[in-house]
């Protein structure tokens, strides 16, 4: 079956380090998506990147970073840069181009710093 | 980026129709009109989109003003598993972002 997969489910951090998310998709997606969803409130675009080897800010940037060296994966780093990083992630992606653009969701992963 | 504006909450009871309204006043010829629904904990599932003709599909049908500056999804018969957070969303055209904002908390009472 077709579709993303993110991983780990439920991570816990300690204050000044470093984590990676892991986001990967079989759709043959050109375009992925990173969100950060903190409780109650609606979805924030951290990254995205439309083509393997680029990727754009979205806005709220600051504290993350990403890599898009292939076309099916699309990690994502929070850094200790990041002031609250206790928040649920959510992985996208689409195919991206001219015209409406689906997105297809992960089943997130919630990050807790303790 | 366009905006949308929708109201916080919203109850049914089931088996009746829901109406979700969304106001984009601001929203540019070549924008789509997206809708997105979040069960729990949950990514959010696409429900349905548009450009300027009401659409209709399995789970949904959307209402677009002849205007385009607001747009309603409607349910035709609520289910206690249509109760989640719907989003209005616009994504425009020279981009491929989708902005998301708070959503509309639908409630379903059996």
């Known amino acids: 079956d077709g579709g993303i997969t993110q991983s780990p489910k439920y991570l816990f951090r300690k204050e000044g380090q470093n984590v990676t998310l892991s986001c990967e998709q079989n759709l043959n997606h050109d375009a992925m998506y990173w969100y950060r969803q903190d409780p109650g409130q609606g979805l924030r675009l951290i990254y995205y990147?439309?083509?393997?080897?680029?990727?754009q800010k979205g806005d709220i940037a600051e504290g993350y970073s990403v890599s898009r060296e292939k076309k099916e994966s699309f990690p994502l780093t929070v850094t200790s840069a990041q002031k609250n990083p206790t928040a649920f992630y959510l992985c996208?992606?689409?195919?991206?181009?001219?015209?409406?653009?689906?997105?297809?969701f992960g089943a997130g992963s919630r990050l807790t710093v303790l | 980026d366009a905006k949308t504006t929708q109201p916080n909450s919203m109850e049914s009871n089931e088996e009746e129709p829901v109406h979700l309204p969304c106001n984009h006043s601001?929203?540019?010829?070549?924008?789509?009109i997206h809708w997105y629904r979040q069960l729990p904990s949950q990514g959010p599932e696409y429900v349905i989109h548009?450009?300027?003709s009401n659409v209709n599909n399995r789970m949904a049908s959307l209402a677009i003003a002849e205007d385009r500056k607001s747009s309603t999804l409607i349910l035709h018969r609520a289910t206690l598993r249509d109760a989640a957070v719907y989003y209005c969303?616009?994504?425009?055209?020279?981009?491929?972002?989708?902005?998301f904002g708070t959503g509309t908390r639908l409630q379903v009472f059996p």
């Open positions: 548009g450009l300027t």
């Open positions: 990147s439309q083509i393997v080897n680029d990727f």
């Open positions: 996208a992606s689409s195919t991206g181009g001219a015209g409406a653009n689906v997105l297809t």
């Open positions: 969303i616009l994504e425009s055209y020279n981009t491929d972002k989708l902005i």
């Open positions: 601001t929203i540019s010829g070549t924008d789509y």
